[in-house]
């Protein structure tokens, strides 16, 4: 099979890393892909929303099968382009994805089809919004309705804080930010694929770490690191999740019109001392780190499932996976998220363990071929074990060691916590 890649980062690198390993699989490129991409496969430089180039490359070339990683492209209609010109795809088209790009229409299709999610609101209007943070009551869950690249949600017991987001966030399209109820409670990543109108595969469940800095503390990112199995997480949790959430969305979005197949990846949150998860937000996507730390425990098998996907398949075969723990590390730029350094020569020896494998996110290469940073979020340490604990010890054992760059920074308390509870920055004064 001849599959190509949309994007650029950890998860696409970690998608091409397991495809190329598939014995269904020939030949990969990646558009535009990156420097550890380039190893395993042939990058192209096409954008990941320059839809009608991407088009012509896969019918130039014969793709059999195109996945999307990042959200923008699927936004911007890559799927309806690519279906209408009877070329296979993975991810849900414009309509369905609306479930990530706008977040009113997923809350407003929660409300309706009583999905369990936190109360809501929407303003486009910065006064009517302020007023709202004093019948609301702190802490106050700012969002942007429109895809932020991870950065557009803010919470805090701050009022400046909150009136700032406000103001920041009515700027972006499409200048509606939604109010949310805050639930006390730990967060989870659950994954799973969507086709002919059902939920196929669920993949483990992660943690993800979204502050920049141990202790969650510091400001929103897309994600330091992950880590599962979560202690937490229990098998009813997981029905929960599966019979209030996946399911009944999986049929509203069909109801609605806009039948979702791809893979959907929720945010959920647990209310503290209960077994009730309730949605924070879905995405029409992989998630970024948690793909990173899903891939490696994929033994074999993901495209023949991704391509039942791609067919709406009423059955697509489940790949085979590792019941192994397995613990992701981002490193970042200093400066990330606010203001990323880039430039920065990375050294990357060899590394012993084939359990650690090292994804490239934002790398480049300079003109004399060095490897450099070329983003916040610049590689994934990511490693399996027999059991968390055994993981994060060889993750944090390379780090420094065998991957090093300037102004690296990092989280140290990756899958160190046995639950999390969402927590907030102290009150500026
Ligand atoms: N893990 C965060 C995201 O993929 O949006």
Redesign the pocket.
Known sequence: MKILIVGSGG?EHALTWTLSKDRNVNEIYAAPGNPGIAEIATCVPINSTNIDELASFATKHAIELTVVGPEAPLGAGIVDTFRKKKLPIFGPDKLAARIETSKSFAKDLCTRYALPTPHWETFIDKNKANRALDDLGPPWVIKADGLAA?KGTTVTRDRREAEAAIQRELVREPKRIVMEEFIDGWEA?FTATVSADRVQWLAPVFQ?Y?PAFDGDSGPNT??MG?YAPVPSVTQSIVERVRKKILDPAVAALAKEGAPFQGVL?L?VIVKHGTEDPYVLEF?AR?????TQGIIPLVKDGLSAHLSAVAANSDRPPLPESSKSASVVVVLASKGYPENPSTGELIALRPLANSNIVVFHAGTARNPNGQLVTAGGRVLNVTTTGPSVESARKDAYSVIGKSVYFPGMHYRTDIGSSQMRRRQLEPIKT
């Open positions: 998860r991870g990543s993800d979204k897309g994600g992950v990846y945010n995405n992989f998630g970024d780190p948690e």
